[in-house]
């Protein structure tokens, strides 16, 4: 009788303590949306990388990727035959778009009105430097390779 008892109170305990264990399945979409609400869109943990800058600390990738394509641009820029009417001291902001893919487009942007009028064809040249940078990698976020978008500013001192 006692052990009749012991049974049916462990059966009892059993069936009444089963949604305890239960582990709950998550719903992966869920699990995602709450991955990508904890990710910072405006951060990369690795910016995109030229050859060159593969051996610099994690620190300087960043000031590495920027001084290498700003370097490169410049001596683009030396190397065009430009004249002018009258010289020209300006800045402009070049938007860069660097996709998963590593492919580096320069995206639509206004010139003042001093470089329309002395440089028309500038967004062209900006585009063919552009198209002869060095070979890539993208920025990546949680290792996976992601676009980025950079505002590249070009000092323009002509006299």
């Keep these: 009788m006692i052990n009749r008892v ?8 059993t069936m009444f303590s089963c949604d305890s264990f239960v582990l709950k399945k998550e719903n992966k979409e869920e699990i995602i949306r709450e991955e990508l609400k904890k990710l910072n869109r405006n951060e990369v943990e ?12 994690e620190e300087e990738l960043e000031q590495c990727f920027q001084h290498t394509i700003t370097r490169h641009i410049q001596d683009h820029l030396a190397t065009q035959i430009i004249k002018i009417k009258q010289p020209v001291d300006d800045t402009i ?4 778009l660097i996709t998963k893919d590593g492919q580096v487009i320069l995206e639509d942007f206004e010139l003042t009105s001093i470089l329309k009028i002395e ?5 062209e040249i900006l585009q ?11 920025a990546h ?6 676009t980025t978008r950079y505002k590249l500013p070009i000092v323009i001192r002509i006299e």
């Design 93 to 96: 902001w070049v938007p860069l």
């Design 6 to 13: 012991w049974h049916i109170g462990l059966l009892v305990f």
């Design 128 to 138: 063919k430097g552009i198209e002869t940078l060095p070979k890539v990698e993208p």
């Design 46 to 57: 690795e910016p995109p990388l030229f050859e060159i800058c593969k051996e610099t600390p």
């Design 141 to 146: 976020t949680r290792s996976t390779p992601v």
């Design 119 to 123: 440089i028309p064809n500038l967004k």
